[in-house]
């Protein structure tokens, strides 16, 4: 049977670059910076793996995108990792989300099932899908680094004490969007108006 738990020591000597950097000697604040930046990747990550244009393997790469960033998080900060209580924990932490937000958890289920339908089904799922995953899995990365920097560990992450935190991440990522998706035509008006001003 393969080994199911990495501990803390495995992480500085299996691979220093697989989390960017050695985490053995770094501070917390630190740490944080680094798992922040990981899972800002794997959001962008879990965005490509939204535009799989099948049906429900789209969302299975989700999954495991968001399992190898909690697998990752876990080095970061030393945490025995298990795959099947990971596994677990993301899926009632699926639960916790969906409370916070049923109309953003039906969005993704119906952004990949309606990839079945040829074209316009298609190019709605590409549209909503990438979004919808990008998101839950910058909330999933953010509460886990609130709990592993606490001092928590697998066995102790309780999803219903994150409600408040899940949704200000999900509010602090909207906006984020929001910035980013706005941020290009209004610098740009910015850019023209100075030019144009006396």
Request: hydrophobic share 40%; aromatic share 6%; net charge positive.
């Given at each position: 049977?393969?080994?199911?738990?990495?501990?803390?020591?495995?992480?500085?000597?299996?691979?220093?670059?697989?989390?960017?950097?050695?985490t053995?000697?770094?501070?917390?604040?630190?740490?944080?910076?680094?798992?922040?930046?990981?899972?800002?990747?794997?959001?962008?990550?879990?965005?490509?793996?939204?535009?799989?244009?099948?049906?429900?393997?789209?969302?299975?790469?989700?999954?495991?995108?968001?399992?190898?960033?909690l697998?990752?998080?876990?080095?970061?900060?030393?945490?025995?990792?298990?795959?099947?209580?990971?596994?677990?924990i993301?899926?009632?932490?699926?639960?916790?989300?969906?409370?916070?937000?049923t109309?953003?958890?039906?969005?993704?289920?119906?952004?990949?099932?309606?990839?079945?339908?040829?074209?316009?089904?298609?190019?709605?799922?590409?549209?909503?899908?990438?979004?919808?995953?990008?998101?839950?899995?910058?909330?999933?990365?953010?509460?886990?680094?609130?709990?592993f920097?606490?001092?928590?560990?697998?066995?102790?992450?309780?999803?219903?004490?994150?409600?408040?935190?899940?949704?200000?991440?999900?509010?602090?990522?909207?906006?984020?969007?929001?910035?980013?998706?706005?941020?290009?035509?209004?610098?740009?008006?910015r850019?023209?108006?100075?030019?144009?001003?006396?």
């Open positions: 049977m393969a080994q199911e738990t990495t501990g803390a020591g495995m992480a500085g000597s299996k691979d220093p670059g697989a989390t960017g950097s050695d053995t000697g770094m501070t917390d604040q630190e740490r944080d910076q680094v798992a922040s930046k990981l899972v800002d990747r794997f959001s962008l990550w879990s965005g490509a793996a939204g535009l799989i244009p099948i049906p429900l393997v789209d969302m299975a790469a989700v999954g495991g995108v968001q399992l190898q960033m697998r990752r998080l876990s080095e970061i900060y030393g945490v025995p990792f298990s795959e099947n209580r990971g596994k677990s993301l899926a009632s932490l699926a639960g916790a989300v969906i409370l916070a937000s109309a953003t958890t039906t969005a993704v289920g119906v952004g990949s099932l309606v990839k079945s339908f040829p074209g316009v089904g298609t190019a709605i799922g590409a549209l909503t899908m990438p979004v919808f995953s990008a998101g839950a899995t910058y909330v999933i990365g953010k509460v886990f680094i609130q709990h920097a606490s001092g928590g560990t697998l066995l102790d992450f309780n999803p219903p004490d994150y409600r408040e935190f899940i949704k200000a991440q999900k509010e602090k990522f909207a906006a984020r969007s929001a910035a980013s998706s706005s941020g290009s035509p209004a610098s740009a008006t850019s023209a108006s100075s030019k144009g001003g006396p």
